[in-house]
Every structure is written in C-alpha cells, then in structure tokens.
C-alpha cells in the first residue's frame, strides 16, 4: 500500500473529460491504495453548489477533504470553505498566482502546489519549504532532472497519482522519478 495520495479526482470533476462515470468517491474509497487518501476535485467544476455534497460524500468514505484551485482567481471563494488542503496551480506567467498562493497558505492548512512543469510554474518564485508535488500523470512528460534536480533540497515533496480513473490509482512513474533523484517524501497527515 503506498504511504500517502491527495491528489484525486472523482465524478464531482464532472466537465473533466478524462474522468469516467465509475471514478466515484465510493471507489477509491474501495481501492484504498494508500494509507493516506485525499479526494482533490476541481474547485471550479462543483462549487459553489455542491460543497455539501461534496463534503458528506467524502467524509462519508472517512477521506480527506481537499480541492484543486486553478490559480488566483478561485483563491477568496476556496478560503471560504473548509478543506483539508489545498492543491494549486502555479501558473507561470501570472503574477497573481504567487500572491494568491501565499494567501492560500495563511489559511493554515497544507497546500500543494501542483505538477510545476505541466503549469510552468517558476520554482524559484516559490517559498523555500513549501510542497511540491511530483505528478504520476506528468512527470513522465517533461525533462525532471534538468526542471526538478536543482530544486531537491529547497523543497517537502509529495507523491501523488492525479487519478481520474481507477486504473490511475498508482504512482509508479513519480516514485522510480523521486528515487532517481534521491527525494525524502514528506508525509503531511
Ligand atoms: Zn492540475
Ligand atoms: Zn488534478
């Protein structure tokens, strides 16, 4: 069973087209692949409506209760709420997403910023300390020795799976990236 993964999406992603109807709350709750299990939907794609729902869905299945932010322009509305933890997209030529990131973070609860090189997130705009996730969904895709290996050490790192489907429930390619780069996984809850 893997330690730890928050960054998960289920049928409350309803206008992500990779998610399938049988991604339910329900079914990762079933799966139980990791010890720590975080259901993460886009912040935009439910709220404000369904965060009810959404929290007794999730809760329910006794998982944690977090959302993904897409930048700056959901920030007020999700500190409005009470996740567990954020996970966020940095974008990199959007000044504002590093202001609203450090908001975010007053709120307390852990924030993850998410897949940097699929946003192009500049890391070096990014808190010394802060968590950075390593993404089996994208990892694959880009040149981490030369975009993560300079980082390492200024970084908590997370492994997490990005699922939209069951079959995604794993986090094989982020690990073997981590262990070539001799990452400490940090273990938030
Ligand atoms: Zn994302
Ligand atoms: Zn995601």
Redesign the pocket.
Known sequence: MLPQDL?I?TTFSKTDSAILPQQTVEMVAFAKHAKIVGI?DHFEMFMPDEFEIYQQEVRKHNLLLGT?VNGHASVNLALQHDFDYY?YHCWGDEPADYSALKALKEKGKPVIV?HPYAVNTDLNKIDEGSLVEINNRYIWRYNWQKELAPYINKFRWIFSS?AHQPNWLNQTIARRVGEELGVNEHIIF
């Open positions: 960054h999406h993460s993904e996970i998410a990005d």
